[in-house]
């Protein structure tokens, strides 16, 4: 029986351990040919090494599977175009990017340093949309047809103290999300996220995850493979959420607000004041 990414070429950014990682080797698993992408630092973006890219195409080969390592940062234009190219020049074509690659520097708002703000949002936010450019201008040289998986996150669409950096950058790929959905749609690529929580070498020492065992890589994959696959059809522009055994979807929404007699004129800030709760009461909630 063919694998949902059977010959096709997927590439995954940070797949060198934690979420990427399992996500490359359930692709291989299913079929595709996978170009794993990690410049092997740590969660700080601090450090090079080319082992732990090396090590999960090594997995992938010795299961049977096709695979081929990037080191490069995707946090330039350089390193998302070698990506492409890397991928093209070992399997002639590309067919799904799933956008993982991440790093952590969490500090309370007021003592952020603009580095580790300007970092953090190059890494997750900026390296998703070049690599998103890059993907889908191959893709739409190669005829149309393709998919793009980003990661977003649940500090970037409610919020997380000590992640102002991060939280920004994961709404920023949202919004990422959304607009590329749109726009990319006349091309037939579909664009959706997911948002994890997983324990990881990001996570393991968070607060949120003390004590927790049954939020593993392995199950965020799945919700990756999906998105990459068939069957997915025309879904775009959506954020599916995993957290261990539980799956759900966010979604943006907009009260149905208050409005106001045209005779009356404009709104005043007293009168919004005074109506606050009938211009942002939620039915059913």
């Known amino acids: 029986m063919a694998g949902l990414l059977e010959n096709k070429v997927v590439i995954i950014t940070g797949a060198g351990g934690g979420i990427g990682r399992a996500e490359a080797l359930l692709s291989a698993r299913e ?3 996978v170009v794993v992408n990690d410049v092997g630092g740590n969660r700080s ?55 993982n690659a991440g790093i952590l520097r969490d500090k309370s708002f007021l003592k952020m340093e603009e580095a580790m703000f300007d970092l953090v949002v190059a890494v997750h936010l900026k390296g998703s949309y070049l690599c998103s450019q890059a993907f889908a201008k191959q893709v739409v040289s190669q005829g149309g047809g393709g998919r793009i998986v980003n990661t977003t996150s649940v500090s970037g669409l409610l919020g997380n103290f000590g992640q102002t950096n991060y939280s920004a950058a994961k709404a920023g790929i949202y919004g990422l999300t959304r607009t590329t959905a749109i726009e990319l749609q006349k091309h037939r690529i579909t664009v959706n996220a997911i948002a994890p929580i997983a324990k990881t ?12 065992d049954n939020m593993t890589p392995d ?12 069957l997915c059809g025309d879904l775009s522009g959506q954020v599916l959420a995993v957290a261990g055994g539980r799956m759900y979807a966010y979604k943006m929404m907009e009260s149905p607000g208050k409005f106001k007699d045209e005779n009356d004129g404009v709104w005043t800030a007293q009168e919004i004041k005074d109506n606050w709760d009938a211009i942002a009461k939620f039915p059913g909630v």
């Open 31 to 33: 079929g595709a040919k």
């Open 45 to 99: 973006g601090d450090g090079q090494s080319t082992s732990m890219a090396d090590d999960v195409v090594a997995e992938v080969k010795k299961a049977g599977g096709q695979a081929v390592a990037h080191h490069e940062s995707i946090a330039t234009v350089v390193g998302a175009d070698t990506l492409i190219k890397t991928a093209v020049a070992a399997f002639g074509r590309v067919d799904v990017l799933i956008n």
């Open 201 to 212: 070498r990001m996570t393991e020492d968070l607060p949120m995850m003390a004590g927790v």
């Open 219 to 230: 199950h965020i994959a799945p919700a990756a493979i999906f998105l990459a696959s068939d």
